[in-house]
């Protein structure tokens, strides 16, 4: 999905639990009152850092609470696995934010429980997308699949029994479109968008991870 403006930030994070915004490095978001999990005197994002949060958060909250993390792919893993869990179980007027510019570099278990918006801005069409290389093959394989390859790609998939890792590489066939879009100007790129979108939300709800590769893909 996409969004227009960091305006409507606030408005879309309103409606989830937790919804992730991909938006160039250093680009301007305000959200006022609100909790900011970032990187401090370490690379990562910690766990300390989120625990501090989430004590905050365990009383009822009487109106709406953003807690904006960002850069996200900052998050170490052991941050990850804390804040998942909140994830699982949303306390009500809860609303995580979580910006980046890297959505293939979050943990997978976080991605197939948000919601993912992508800021329509042109993007570094040339730059890396930093995914492992199997990953990578396999996102380039969705992107120029044609209705065909797409049986024998969703078994080989769905053999892995694991659906974080279909989400990853999902994601990564996204990202790898969004680019290819704006560097050639080929609507087929943008086309494929919705598709995997689709396959994406439905297989993060626990749908076939066949059916939906091959009949959303299509």
């Known amino acids: 999905m996409f969004f227009n403006d960091t305006s409507e930030i606030v408005s879309i994070a309103a409606r989830t639990g937790c919804a992730i915004f991909v938006v160039p490095e250093g680009t301007k978001v305000e959200i006022k009152n609100a909790f900011l999990l970032e990187p401090t005197n370490k690379s990562v994002i910690t766990i300390e850092q989120v625990r501090d949060v989430l004590g905050v958060l365990s009383v009822r909250q009487v109106g709406d609470v953003f807690v904006v993390v960002r850069p996200a792919d900052k998050l170490g893993?052991?941050?990850?696995?804390?804040?998942?869990?909140?994830l699982e179980e949303p306390k009500e007027k809860v609303h995580f934010v979580l910006i980046t510019d890297k959505p293939s570099l979050i943990l997978p278990t976080i991605l197939s429980r948000a919601e993912i918006y992508f800021l329509?801005?042109?993007?570094?069409?040339?730059?890396?997308?930093?995914?492992?290389?199997?990953?990578?093959?396999?996102?380039?394989?969705?992107?120029?699949?044609?209705?065909?390859?797409l049986v024998p790609l969703a078994e080989e998939l769905a053999k892995t029994k694991d659906r974080a890792y279909v989400l990853s590489v999902l994601a990564v066939a996204i990202e790898m479109a969004r680019k290819?879009?704006?560097?050639?100007?080929?609507?087929?790129?943008?086309?494929?968008?919705?598709?995997?979108?689709?396959?994406?939300?439905?297989?993060?709800?626990?749908?076939?991870?066949?059916?939906?590769?091959?009949?959303?893909?299509?």
């Open 120 to 149: 329509k801005v042109p993007v570094d069409v040339d730059g890396p997308i930093e995914a492992a290389p199997r990953e990578t093959l396999l996102a380039k394989r969705i992107l120029v699949a044609k209705p065909a390859d």
């Open 77 to 86: 893993d052991e941050a990850a696995n804390a804040l998942l869990k909140n």
């Open 180 to 218: 290819s879009y704006f560097k050639t100007g080929k609507i087929a790129f943008l086309n494929k968008i919705p598709k995997m979108l689709d396959a994406y939300e439905n297989i993060s709800k626990n749908g076939h991870i066949k059916l939906h590769l091959v009949a959303d893909l299509c």
